[in-house]
């Protein structure tokens, strides 16, 4: 079974073992699920469709400071890692000069987040216990969304260790109302992680990630030998397919995840409502 680490125990960023997990996705993505393969990109990658992923909320000062308590040896790698011109700068700082030590501390932790971004990779979930219609518009609109729980997926996954958190939103402005805080309770562990912050334009999707380490930094990673049986609890098709498009393919699904529940999602119209209006349109002459 893989290892899932809760990255923090505070009650904004950790997730309940039994809470009810989405997915919405194209029905090539599903189909690969079902064959047993899963695909994580890495959060350069996400960075394509949204320009703010993985940029930090929080000042250079507050990251570099979290990673020298910490993290001290990733501080001396991210230097030796640094180009040229930059180590240069380093060196010439003078410590004792606090707007060198801040030139500094941005060099240093905006190169940390740009290295994590590439040696990151996430598996992105929506957390609720309902269907979202945004959520539907935005990444399925003719797909499916898949249902499960973190046990569920640590049942599911072979020998693969996540990090699992809630994305926490906010402004990353500094100095407004709703500005991160550094020094909040849950937020002073993930300090360090950019990855796991986002604009609170975003706050509808309710994120849940599970985070790992690429295979290859730079590129996404390919997990195997997954259990879609034990990983999907439910199947649920958009609600804009056609009745009879719904139900070839739940003939098609069945077989590929036995144990799962395959529906058609009931936001525009009732399954049983359009059968019981089918047949009454066949007994007409």
Known sequence: MPTITQISEDAKLRVDESACLWRYVK???LFLNLSGTVYLPTIA???QSDPKEGFSAVSAKWRFGYLLDHEPDTVKKIIEALPPDKQTLIGAGDPSNWGDMMQNSQIIADFYDEQQSKSKCAWCWHCSSHESAAMWKLYADSGVAIQTTLHRIASALPDVCFEAAR??????????IDSFNP???GIRDILARAYLFKNNDYEFEKEIRFVTDASTPGCGRTV???????LIAQIVLSPWTELDEFEALQQQLRPLCPDAVITRSPLIKNLNDERTLRAMNRLMP
């Open 167 to 176: 994305i926490q939103y906010g402004n990353r402005e500094p100095g407004q």
């Open 27 to 29: 029905l090539s993505t």
């Open 45 to 47: 990658q996400l960075q």
């Open 224 to 230: 195997t030998n997954v259990s879609a049986n034990q």
């Open 183 to 185: 020094e909040a309770p």
